[in-house]
């Protein structure tokens, strides 16, 4: 789908559906893995925008501060490894494997990181619900939006919205039970009053019998929090990349070159037609417990598929252009300010991995080079995250 599209949409869903909800979610929700594949025009346009306009926000806006409740001390045995794997150190190409690439995919580039350790698996419910019960964090699709904050990231002269809209809430897919225009979110996309990580799709909703399913509805800021208390951190967006390829060298995928729907399943992603039928052939329509399908080169599980994962990097449009320019980075750590030319005011951080919502038809979000871009402040009914130690 065009950007401009996206951008009408997003309008309309604030201004006339849900404008008093938390901003943050509509942005992930608009540039999730239902993006259109682009053109070599769009490409060259994109980055040539990008690199043209100012910077933004050198900072998250504080509407949603991250310890919230008791302090987020760290956790017994926070040097603990369990759980985790060491990832060697080395060099690769980082960026666009084939033509399903988007223009913030290129150009590829010489990165070199050290070794460290990564979770394994995508941070648990279970693991949540400790950190949770241990310091007594609210997470921000808990929280009741804060209008002054709000209006740092909405064009000047906003209309404050009504107070019954300026509520705790989150987005949540919901398939529509017929064939519908792909270029219209809103028919598969609801905004739900007490939908939160317990409540992954509304009150109705419960992660109870979900120990070991990937926790959702966790904004970048709520993934920092787990990290900070665990004695962990979230991994750059270049370390993500080089723990995805597992060992492969320019391999499409984290298995390798294999199409996704091809042969033995190798993810959970999006079978049949988006959005309204899904085939589940991996044998889920939404997530997946941890471990359900087969790790890569490093024995990491779902760097494909499953729920997006956030990195710690902001996120910049032409940022591989600029990097490219320095030969080969040594642990590149991302831009030290965020920019989106399509969301001027708000500033970004990185997701990877794509979700059960792609499909290679419509996206393909479960590349290695694939990227996202979210608000840190926005949690959907498939984001999720893992953590990283210094090696």
Known sequence: ????????????????????????????????CTQSKSDDTTKTASATDSAKAPFCHT????????????????????????GMLRIPGGSFQMGADNDQARPDEFPKHNVT???FWMDATEVTNAQFRAFVKATGYVTTAERKP????????????????????????????????????????SQWWRWVPGADWQHPEGPGSSIKGKDNYPVVQVSWDDAIAYAQWAGKRLPTEAEWEWAARGGLSNAIYSWGNEAVDAGKTKANTWQG????????????????????????????????????????DFYRADY???????GTTRNPKGPNQSFDP???????????????????SYCSSYRNSARM???????????????????
């Open 342 to 360: 399509e969301e001027p005011t708000v500033p970004k951080r990185v997701q990877r991995g794509g979700s059960f919502l792609c499909n290679d």
């Open 373 to 391: 871009k979210s608000s840190p402040d926005t949690g959907l009914s498939h984001t999720g995250f893992r953590c990283v130690k210094n090696g």
């Open 1 to 32: 789908m065009a950007f401009a599209a996206q951008i009408t949409f997003r309008k309309k869903y604030i201004y006339n559906v849900a404008l008093g909800g938390c901003l943050g979610l509509f942005i992930g929700l608009l540039q999730s």
């Open 59 to 82: 900072k998250p806006p504080s509407r949603f501060a991250v310890n919230q409740g008791p302090s987020a001390t760290l956790a017994a045995g926070s040097d603990d490894r369990t």
């Open 320 to 326: 591989y252009q600029q990097i490219s320019q320095n």
């Open 273 to 312: 037609r988006f959005p309204n039928l899904n085939t589940k052939r991996d044998g889920y329509s939404t997530s997946a417990p941890v471990k359900s399908f087969p790790p890569n080169g490093y024995g990491l599980y779902d760097m494909a598929g499953n729920v997006w994962e956030w990195c710690s």
């Open 146 to 185: 804060d209008w002054a904050e709000m209006q740092k990231q909405l064009p000047p002269g906003t209309p404050k919205p009504p107070d019954n809209v300026l509520v705790a809430s989150s987005l949540v897919f919901t398939a529509p039970d017929h064939s519908v225009s792909t270029d219209d979110y």
């Open 113 to 115: 990181v050290e070794p």
